[in-house]
Antibody, heavy 122, light 108 residues
């Protein structure tokens, strides 16, 4: 059974760095073709993919936020960590992590965490 | 960057058919995925690879993709189908996963 769960602060101040952890079970990120991604959704708005990390430690970021994002994994702990620097109120959103199925042009999210709401406010 | 455009809203009576479009440049050459999201919940995959359904998803959900438009069709709509729906593709030129703008389906 695949599960994912996000954890991190509910409130951060502007200019601070956000660190979110995705703890998962039911699969291993050391297995070939396994991938995990982060997606966010501002209140009342659409989903936005942020970053992805692959079993071989390849990392990919949305171009618009590339300079602020870092994704990493700890395979032994079954965790993926996302950091986002210089937080701004417009970054207020629910942040999800999800497992990605990806091969030969087929890339999609098959299992999602419940999401964690992060509010940026002083 | 690759853009996917969806109608903001679709309204449908129970028992009727809802069609949700997802427009993108030559989207027919890509694999399209559809997610259903109910208030306060995480998205759930309802269609993958244009027209396949994950296990547990009712046969009422179907998909098609051609030219510049992909379509999610919900037949015999039920009250429980009221939700937001998002299309998604992988943009090979940037290695980005891209979501559509989202469509709110209201069951009258």
């Amino acid at each position: 059974q695949v599960t994912l769960k996000e954890s991190g602060p509910a409130l951060v101040k502007p200019t601070q760095t956000l660190t979110l952890t995705c703890t998962f079970s039911g699969f291993s990120l050391s297995t070939t073709l396994m991938r995990v991604g982060w997606i966010r959704q501002p209140p009342g708005k659409a989903l936005e993919w942020l970053a992805r990390i692959d079993w071989d430690d390849d990392k990919f970021y949305i171009t618009s936020l590339k300079t602020r994002l870092t994704i990493s994994k700890d395979t032994s702990k079954n965790q993926v960590v996302l950091t986002m620097t210089n937080m701004d109120p417009v970054d207020t959103a629910t942040y999800y992590c999800a497992r990605i199925i990806g091969y030969s042009g087929h890339y999609y999210f098959d299992y999602w965490g419940q999401g964690t709401l992060v509010t940026v406010s002083s | 960057s690759y853009v996917l455009t969806q109608p903001p809203s679709v309204s449908v009576a129970p028992g009727q058919t809802a069609r949700i479009t997802c427009g993108g440049n030559n989207i027919g050459s890509k694999n399209v995925y559809w997610y259903q999201q109910k208030p306060g919940q995480a998205p759930v995959l309802v269609v993958y690879d244009d027209s396949d359904r994950p296990s547990g998803i009712p046969e009422r959900f179907s998909g098609s993709n051609s030219g510049n438009t992909a379509t999610l069709t919900i037949s015999r709509v039920e009250a429980e189908d009221e939700a937001d729906y998002y299309c998604q593709v992988w943009d090979s030129s940037t290695d980005h996963l891209v979501f559509g703008t989202g469509t709110k389906v209201t069951v009258l």
